[in-house]
């Protein structure tokens, strides 16, 4: 039995009886590196960039990776090449992304919790924008500054008070979120940034939320920037570029959210028509670059049938694919050869000791012990979110790119694990 559809791009699909990434069989890569192993398409995280150029076509804009979806040092490579800047939210995604041989000046620094240490390190090394998400943070950042005997480049995060339509642990554009300056407060913000010499003023950044599935909310939210955008200036604070986030969603189980290129023409119709045509854009797309693109390949190591419900025991787990267990996400999961037998409904689990540890409820699946299933949609917020949990080493990734795999990760060691730990003596 095929799955009638498998979201997301073409180049992982079924040839004859078998689950592709592009032209490479699934279960070649299973034998080659065990299980559970992650597998991406390199063309098909291309595919997604170029739906956002095409929707930029002729526009200053800068997109940035937003790195946390999946932050492996090739897959960020990859990004780099390709032209892309990155949003990094720690100083230890600014270190991958200079050890991947991105560039510090196209790096944007977003989140709530900078350190003081971490402000330090990326203004030595030249990051692009800090993205300022409270006062308290404004005033830190140009001590930060004066100290350094710099001027750190500053864009303040506001919050538009829309509602992103999405998951409440993933929405963060509205009122009760932690994340942003309350639209209220953001014109006197910008005015004491502008009075503070360590800082210099050059956007203004939101983001919405993730996993945004309708157009919407950025359309609502490109109203309320502009809005902003128009106030601060009349109030003598020039803003040079506009930064809208991310949160593109992609599709898990049937989603139907508007294409980059299709998103961006429409939200640049708006700028036009408010007279904002010339402004250089960002954004930061994190989850619509890569989740698509990525497959985790998981072995059936139990079958164990009951009174009420049928487990289907893998072994990959909530440590590999933790967004079951945090937002009880979808993933579709399916064989990587098909069989003919009549499907059955089965609880697929991990070996965790958590029951909190389901990969996926009430699944119609053929399945036999020893098979292997590919879960889908897995090449963001899975691997970057994996943990140690159960002592279980983290999973191998492998890049594919045409008939070519790469191991990008080997799999993690029990010695690895273990390495700064210290028995008492
Ligand atoms: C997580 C995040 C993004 C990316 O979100 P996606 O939903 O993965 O596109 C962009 N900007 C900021 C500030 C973020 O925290």
């Known amino acids: 039995m ?47 960039l170029a739906a956002y150029q095409q929707g930029f076509s002729g526009r200053q804009v800068q997109i940035c990776y937003a790195m946390k979806a999946n932050s492996t040092l090739a897959i960020i490579q990859l990004f780099a090449h390709a032209g892309c800047g990155f949003d990094v939210v720690s100083l230890g995604e600014m270190q991958r992304v200079l050890v991947a041989g991105g560039l510090a ?34 005033e830190v950042l140009n ?93 003598g604070v020039p803003i040079h570029h506009i930064d809208m986030g991310g949160g593109l969603g992609i599709e898990y189980q049937g989603e139907t959210p508007p294409e980059a290129a299709v998103l961006w023409r429409k939200l640049l119709a708006k700028l036009d028509a408010r007279g904002f045509g010339d402004r250089p854009l960002m954004i930061e797309p994190g989850r619509s670059l890569v989740g698509n693109a990525g497959v985790c390949v998981t072995e ?7 009174e009420q419900k049928n487990f289907c025991i893998v072994d990959a787990a909530m440590n590999d694919l933790p967004r079951p267990a945090m937002y ?56 970057s979110m994996a ?13 594919v790119d045409g008939s070519q795999a790469h191991l990008i990760r080997a799999r993690e060691g029990y010695a690895d694990q273990m390495r700064q730990e210290r028995l008492i003596t």
């Open 2 to 48: 095929h799955p009638d559809r498998l979201p997301g791009h073409p180049h992982i699909a079924y040839a004859g009886d078998e689950l592709f990434v592009e032209m490479i069989p699934l279960s070649a890569l299973a034998q080659q590196y065990g299980t559970p192993l992650f597998a991406y398409s390199k063309a098909s995280m291309l595919a997604a």
């Open 105 to 138: 000046s196209r790096i944007i620094f977003s989140g709530v919790g900078k350190t003081r240490a971490e402000m330090h390190a990326a203004l030595e090394a030249g990051v692009g924008c800090f993205n300022v998400e409270s006062e308290a943070e404004l």
């Open 143 to 235: 001590e930060v500054a004066l100290n350094l005997g710099l001027q750190a480049p500053v864009s303040i995060r506001v919050n538009p008070n829309v509602d992103p339509q999405t998951h409440p642990y993933i929405s963060t554009g509205l009122k009760g979120n932690k994340f942003g300056i309350a639209h209220e407060h953001v014109v006197q913000t910008y005015q004491r940034a502008a009075a503070l010499p360590g800082l210099k003023v050059q956007g203004i950044d939101c983001h919405i939320g993730s996993q945004i599935t309708q157009e919407s909310p950025y359309l609502d939210a490109m109203d309320r920037m502009l809005d902003l955008v128009e106030a601060i200036e009349a109030a």
């Open 300 to 306: 059936v190591l139990y079958l164990k049938p009951g």
């Open 328 to 383: 009880q996400a979808y993933h579709q999961i399916v064989p990587l050869k098909p069989r003919d037998t009549t499907p059955e409904t089965w609880e697929v689990v991990g070996p965790i000791c958590e029951s909190g540890d389901w990969i996926g409820h009430d699944r119609d699946l053929s399945v036999a012990q020893g098979d292997l299933l590919a879960v889908m949609s897995a090449g963001a917020y899975c691997m």
């Open 387 to 399: 943990s140690n949990y159960n002592t279980r080493n983290r999973a191998a990734e492998v890049l």
